[in-house]
């Protein structure tokens, strides 16, 4: 049997990282280096011994083994995707790096093994890190790049790891695009010889890709099947470059986008990249997705609370925001059973549209006149918790902020300034600037009972010029961004840790498994179409888990489509993250009103199971236009079902649908149709779907009966 640990064979010289469903092995081979060797279903170090070898095919390819080096230094014959390159301060740019030392390291009940690999003339080290998450089949690997000279180094690309794949008959790629409005939505490619190139250079993580891939032999499917996986955690330009030579050698490398990056790494100084966690599921997708989602509950999230039903005000007023119509808004929210009311932009400055007032973070006193306390003392007079928006990052030039200020924005001195929604983007980098964005949330946050900032990020980064930074070290403007950001939040986590964070960025720009270490929750999309919302949240459940999505229930029809859904299919397809409703309740009758209360009750003695169960995505009807999730608990003993049917063709009825994850010998209850039924028989002969029309849908609670 073998042992969940990380393992050195010093004879062989192999390296094993053994997880529970996995086994990630790599050797060091005769030139010194670290040569990967095998990654999947578990297997001995023994049994990769003889893949520990060099391979050449001419003198123009004369190192093929270096195609699936482990982290792979850009030097001498390599020519593949480099993990690492630089520049000396002599001017030479190649690197002769071998393997010098490792460690395993026991902390907190995980095992983590540091190899540190140095060059053969100059000061640098090369730590390569991999944490091991052995009951999900994960490792989280980096690199840290060290200058033990007193030269300074200038880094042009710093991968976090690369990712060998093996052999397989095709090599499909999955991964996810889209724009704004239309983010998360599945592709799959087959690889063929090149590359195929996942990346932001936008500022921040992007809606047009995301940080994350699958690759399988292109049989996989939802429940069966080999997938090999991994996601970045980071929170800017970031690059992921899929790679197949012509000796079918696959491997995927990903970190900080080297597009006009650099980084001076000074004498002593250490440069850290950020975590790239990969992963092997044997249980195609499905396994995939679950193994992510549980371990970001428990290992990337800041905490792990249900979270709560909001109402956003934003549809119902935009920039009209005042005391009277938000607390009126507010009676009705506490009507329905709305935990958390949350005012959008408009409170501040003189925020009367998108063209001015941003950066001014003072409370309007015309459309508050006693402040935000009296708004806040009557949200929590209703039962409800306050939470509030606001943008930092970004200022518009029709501001005091920046008439005082014009030189705290990115610009280029003999350049214009080009305005996008209205608005420039601040260098957050510069201490005065963080300090001022520091300040006033901490103003904020401590002088009113806020419970809730979701933050906005409505500009990508252009003409990246850091007035008062070195001329030499302007290109390290898309990393200190970031880093920036996450101090900033990681500093008002640590003043405010009651306060929940929601990250958005133009809808879901800024969604990634770094901000997550700060954000609850996130902001998936603008497009608030129920329909549409479907393929979104799809796209976004691949990687990431329903818990950190914000589903709003609007107006029917909304402005993206025209389409008209009911209440009901609305709600439904709402419920199946964190529920939102961000509709003019001014306008609903009390009817609306009532229903709504009867959706949000039936929400939240669901949501346990949709927020932190297993998901499982039932695909077998899709091609009769159904959408079906199921969510269930640790035991398989209580499920709910969602289903959505698109349209009604030719009066056909719907095939059964098969559900997943119960215990074939227990009996449920369907709720909802007063029916007993096996586990086995709901597996494997299905329920009966009674959807008809455009646009149905139904949930149905499903329980053991004990």
Same mark, same amino acid.
Not at 35 to 58: C, F, K, M, R, T
Not at 271 to 293: A, D, I, N, W, Y
Not at 537 to 547: D, H, K, L
């Given at each position: 049997?073998?042992?969940?640990?990380?393992?050195?064979?010093?004879?062989?010289?192999?390296?094993?990282?053994?997880?529970?469903?996995?086994?990630?092995?790599?050797?060091?081979?005769?030139?010194?280096?670290?040569?990967?060797?095998?990654?999947?279903?578990?297997?001995?170090?023994?049994?990769?011994?003889?893949?520990?070898?060099?391979?050449?095919?001419?003198?123009?390819?004369?190192?093929?083994?270096?195609?699936?080096?482990?982290?792979?230094?850009?030097?001498?014959?390599?020519?593949?995707?480099?993990?690492?390159?630089?520049?000396?301060?002599?001017?030479?740019?190649?690197?002769?790096?071998?393997?010098?030392?490792?460690?395993?390291?026991?902390?907190?009940?995980?095992?983590?093994?540091?190899?540190?690999?140095?060059?053969?003339?100059?000061?640098?080290?090369?730590?390569?890190?991999?944490?091991?998450?052995?009951?999900?089949?994960?490792?989280?690997?980096?690199?840290?790049?060290?200058?033990?000279?007193?030269?300074?180094?200038?880094?042009?690309?710093?991968?976090?790891?690369?990712?060998?794949?093996?052999?397989?008959?095709?090599?499909?790629?999955?991964?996810?695009?889209?724009?704004?409005?239309?983010?998360?939505?599945?592709?799959?490619?087959?690889?063929?010889?090149?590359?195929?190139?996942?990346?932001?250079?936008?500022?921040?993580?992007?809606?047009?890709?995301?940080?994350?891939?699958?690759?399988?032999?292109?049989?996989?499917?939802?429940?069966?099947?080999?997938?090999?996986?991994?996601?970045?955690?980071?929170?800017?330009?970031?690059?992921?470059?899929?790679?197949?030579?012509?000796?079918?050698?696959?491997?995927?490398?990903?970190?900080?986008?080297?597009?006009?990056?650099?980084?001076?790494?000074?004498?002593?100084?250490?440069?850290?990249?950020?975590?790239?966690?990969?992963?092997?599921?044997?249980?195609?997708?499905?396994?995939?997705?679950?193994?992510?989602?549980?371990?970001?509950?428990?290992?990337?999230?800041?905490?792990?609370?249900?979270?709560?039903?909001?109402?956003?005000?934003?549809?119902?007023?935009?920039?009209?925001?005042?005391?009277?119509?938000?607390?009126?808004?507010?009676?009705?929210?506490?009507?329905?059973?709305?935990?958390?009311?949350?005012?959008?932009?408009?409170?501040?400055?003189?925020?009367?549209?998108?063209?001015?007032?941003?950066?001014?973070?003072?409370?309007?006193?015309?459309?508050?006149?006693?402040?935000?306390?009296?708004?806040?003392?009557?949200?929590?007079?209703?039962?409800?918790?306050?939470?509030?928006?606001?943008?930092?990052?970004?200022?518009?030039?029709?501001?005091?902020?920046?008439?005082?200020?014009?030189?705290?924005?990115?610009?280029?001195?003999?350049?214009?300034?080009?305005?996008?929604?209205?608005?420039?983007?601040?260098?957050?980098?510069?201490?005065?600037?963080?300090?001022?964005?520091?300040?006033?949330?901490?103003?904020?946050?401590?002088?009113?009972?806020?419970?809730?900032?979701?933050?906005?990020?409505?500009?990508?980064?252009?003409?990246?010029?850091?007035?008062?930074?070195?001329?030499?070290?302007?290109?390290?403007?898309?990393?200190?961004?970031?880093?920036?950001?996450?101090?900033?939040?990681?500093?008002?986590?640590?003043?405010?840790?009651?306060?929940?964070?929601?990250?958005?960025?133009?809808?879901?720009?800024?969604?990634?498994?770094?901000?997550?270490?700060?954000?609850?929750?996130?902001?998936?999309?603008?497009?608030?179409?129920?329909?549409?919302?479907?393929?979104?949240?799809?796209?976004?459940?691949?990687?990431?888990?329903?818990?950190?999505?914000?589903?709003?229930?609007?107006?029917?029809?909304?402005?993206?489509?025209?389409?008209?859904?009911?209440?009901?299919?609305?709600?439904?397809?709402?419920?199946?993250?964190?529920?939102?409703?961000?509709?003019?309740?001014?306008?609903?009758?009390?009817?609306?009103?009532?229903?709504?209360?009867?959706?949000?009750?039936?929400?939240?003695?669901?949501?346990?199971?949709?927020?932190?169960?297993?998901?499982?995505?039932?695909?077998?009807?899709?091609?009769?236009?159904?959408?079906?999730?199921?969510?269930?608990?640790?035991?398989?003993?209580?499920?709910?079902?969602?289903?959505?049917?698109?349209?009604?063709? +030719?009066?056909?009825?719907?095939?059964? $649908?098969? !559900?997943? #994850?119960?215990?074939?010998?227990?009996? @449920?209850? =369907?709720? &909802?149709?007063?029916?007993?039924?096996?586990?086995?028989? +709901?597996?494997?002969?299905?329920?009966? $779907?009674? !959807?008809? #029309?455009?646009?149905?849908?139904?949930? @149905?609670? =499903?329980? &053991?009966?004990?």
């Amino acid at each position: 049997m073998i042992n969940l640990t990380i393992q050195y064979n010093e004879q062989l010289r192999i390296f094993a990282i053994q997880t529970q469903n996995s086994s990630y092995i790599f050797g060091i081979n005769e030139r010194e280096h670290l040569q990967h060797l095998y990654w999947g279903n578990p297997v001995d170090i023994e049994d990769s011994a003889p893949l520990l070898h060099l391979q050449s095919h001419s003198s123009f390819d004369a190192e093929v083994e270096g195609e699936v080096e482990e982290y792979s230094f850009w030097g001498g014959a390599s020519y593949t995707e480099p993990s690492l390159k630089l520049r000396m301060s002599d001017g030479v740019r190649d690197l002769q790096v071998k393997y010098d030392r490792h460690e395993i390291i026991e902390q907190d009940g995980r095992q983590t093994l540091m190899i540190t690999l140095k060059d053969q003339v100059y000061a640098l080290e090369t730590q390569l890190i991999y944490r091991v998450i052995p009951e999900f089949d994960l490792v989280e690997r980096y690199a840290k790049i060290v200058n033990t000279g007193q030269e300074d180094i200038v880094l042009e690309s710093m991968q976090s790891a690369a990712w060998t794949l093996p052999y397989l008959q095709d090599y499909r790629l999955t991964h996810v695009t889209g724009k704004w409005s239309g983010e998360f939505q599945l592709r799959n490619t087959i690889l063929t010889e090149g590359k195929k190139v996942l990346e932001s250079r936008r500022g921040f993580t992007d809606g047009h890709a995301n940080p994350w891939f699958a690759i399988d032999d292109g049989l996989s499917t939802e429940s069966g099947g080999g997938v090999w996986f991994g996601a970045l955690a980071w929170s800017g330009n970031w690059k992921i470059v899929a790679e197949k030579t012509p000796f079918t050698h696959v491997r995927v490398t990903g970190g900080i986008n080297d597009f006009d990056n650099e980084w001076l790494l000074g004498a002593g100084e250490t440069f850290e990249t950020p975590v790239f966690v990969g992963g092997f599921s044997p249980e195609g997708f499905g396994g995939m997705s679950h193994r992510l989602h549980q371990y970001q509950y428990n290992y990337i999230l800041p905490r792990s609370e249900i979270g709560k039903v909001l109402y956003n005000s934003w549809e119902a007023t935009y920039f009209d925001v005042n005391a009277q119509d938000q607390m009126a808004l507010a009676e009705r929210a506490a009507k329905m059973g709305v935990e958390l009311f949350v005012v959008d932009d408009g409170w501040f400055g003189q925020r009367h549209s998108d063209r001015a007032g941003l950066g001014d973070w003072n409370v309007n006193k015309e459309k508050f006149p006693n402040g935000l306390v009296e708004l806040i003392d009557r949200v929590h007079g209703l039962g409800m918790e306050f939470g509030i928006w606001v943008e930092p990052e970004s200022v518009n030039p029709d501001s005091d902020l920046y008439r005082e200020h014009p030189d705290w924005v990115y610009h280029f001195e003999t350049r214009g300034r080009t305005e996008l929604r209205n608005q420039l983007l601040l260098n957050i980098s510069k201490p005065e600037v963080k300090q001022y964005i520091i300040h006033f949330m901490i103003d904020l946050l401590g002088n009113h009972e806020i419970k809730f900032i979701k933050w906005d990020m409505n500009r990508t980064i252009t003409e990246p010029g850091m007035k008062g930074h070195p001329i030499n070290r302007q290109k390290e403007v898309w990393v200190r961004h970031v880093q920036s950001l996450y101090d900033i939040w990681a500093q008002l986590r640590a003043k405010f840790p009651d306060v929940e964070f929601e990250t958005c960025a133009g809808g879901g720009s800024r969604i990634d498994l770094g901000i997550f270490r700060y954000a609850d929750q996130s902001w998936p999309s603008d497009n608030t179409d129920a329909f549409d919302r479907l393929s979104i949240q799809e796209g976004f459940s691949y990687t990431y888990a329903p818990r950190m999505m914000t589903c709003w229930v609007t107006e029917s029809p909304t402005g993206m489509n025209g389409r008209n859904v009911s209440l009901k299919y609305r709600f439904h397809s709402a419920m199946m993250g964190t529920l939102g409703i961000g509709s003019n309740l001014n306008e609903w009758s009390d009817e609306w009103i009532e229903q709504s209360g009867e959706f949000i009750g039936q929400y939240k003695a669901i949501r346990h199971l949709v927020q932190f169960g297993r998901q499982f995505r039932l695909t077998a009807l899709r091609h009769k236009g159904v959408t079906a999730v199921q969510y269930s608990d640790a035991t398989g003993s209580d499920h709910v079902l969602f289903a959505f049917l698109h349209s009604q063709k +030719l009066g056909e009825p719907l095939p059964r $649908l098969r !559900l997943a #994850g119960l215990q074939a010998d227990k009996t @449920y209850l =369907i709720e &909802e149709l007063g029916l007993s039924v096996s586990g086995r028989a +709901l597996m494997n002969i299905g329920v009966e $779907l009674p !959807l008809r #029309g455009d646009f149905d849908s139904l949930v @149905y609670r =499903i329980r &053991e009966q004990v």
